[in-house]
């Protein structure tokens, strides 16, 4: 997961996380983790950021971790703290323990899995640092959440939500056929999909998304807002353009009722392996996004 949910189609394909779906996470865990390792040097930076206020944590948690590619970060960030992975998925955790143990950090990274965010109940201590990367908005009550997480930081500790910034873009406006403007197209199918998701999540409570206002009514001290960018220009390295490959196709699965004929012909033939112009081999390919982080304390 992940995930402006435009900029994430991998994570947004969990709309039911945490709450029993049915999605192949063994097959999808690939996905999330490609997906996070394309925009880790954003992630990095937004933990810089965080460094400066949160200096030597004891405990760091990452609430939705997916397959803790953020999680070993913060271990890589953070050298002095312990680490927790928190997710619904017992395959995606088992993912982030593999990487923790390939990175050399095992000794002082744990998981937890179960529900968010009744599972953070579980922590043996208070959170120096809780981050939630696009995990909040799958849970119906989000202001309840946040207070939830709060509850977990020890007096001073900083909660981080990763939520909203800018879609990304892959390709120009124009690509040389189709209708010029399919990334827009895409996005506002995709807006369509999010409303639906959150309106049949469990508990779920229309909100305003002014996050510094909705950690303030948590009883937090909001500290700070930024975007970080994620800018990956032309010609991109293969791993980039594997990732783009896999989220249009993402959309072309699940807007397919939502997109017009045209723009469905358009994918099909950006997605053509075979096809000199698709996505697989024009050299215009690119990525750019941009992640908005917002900070509150606890008060002490």
Avoid: N
Wanted: net charge negative; with cysteine; glycine share 8%.
């Amino acid at each position: 997961m992940a995930h402006d949910h435009h900029a994430h189609p991998g994570r947004d394909a969990r709309h039911g996380h945490g709450h029993g779906d049915d999605i192949d996470w063994a097959a999808m865990a690939a996905t999330l983790e490609a997906e996070a390792e394309v925009f880790a040097p954003a992630y990095a930076r937004a933990l810089a950021w965080l460094g400066k206020e949160v200096t030597e944590p004891g405990l760091v948690v990452d609430a939705g971790s997916g397959p803790g590619v953020i999680s070993c970060l913060m271990a890589e960030t953070f050298p002095g703290a312990r680490v927790v992975a928190a997710d619904g998925s017992e395959p995606l955790l088992e993912r982030a323990r593999d990487r923790a143990a390939r990175q050399g950090v095992a000794d002082r990274f744990d998981t937890l899995a179960g529900e968010l965010p009744d599972s953070l109940a579980e922590l043996d201590y208070p959170a120096d640092l809780l981050w939630a990367s696009r995990s909040l908005h799958h849970l119906g009550d989000q202001r309840a959440a946040l207070a939830a997480f709060g509850a977990r930081l020890a007096p001073g500790g900083t909660l981080a939500i990763l939520e909203g910034g800018l879609p990304s873009r892959y390709l120009p406006r124009d690509i040389g056929f189709g209708r010029p403007g399919l990334q827009a197209r895409l996005d506002a199918a995709q807006e369509e999909r999010f409303a639906r998701m959150r309106a049949e999540l469990p508990g779920a409570v229309a909100e305003t998304e002014d996050w510094p206002a909705l950690l303030t009514a948590a009883g937090l001290k909001h500290t700070g807002t930024r975007s970080f960018l994620c800018d990956i220009p032309a010609p991109v390295p293969d791993r980039a353009r594997a990732f783009v490959v896999t989220a249009l196709t993402r959309f072309r699965d699940v807007l397919t009722d939502t997109l017009d004929a045209d723009d469905i012909t358009t994918l099909d033939r950006l997605l053509d392996p075979t096809d000199p112009r698709s996505v697989h081999r024009r050299p215009d390919v690119f990525v750019l996004a941009a992640h908005t982080v917002h900070r509150a304390v606890r008060p002490v």
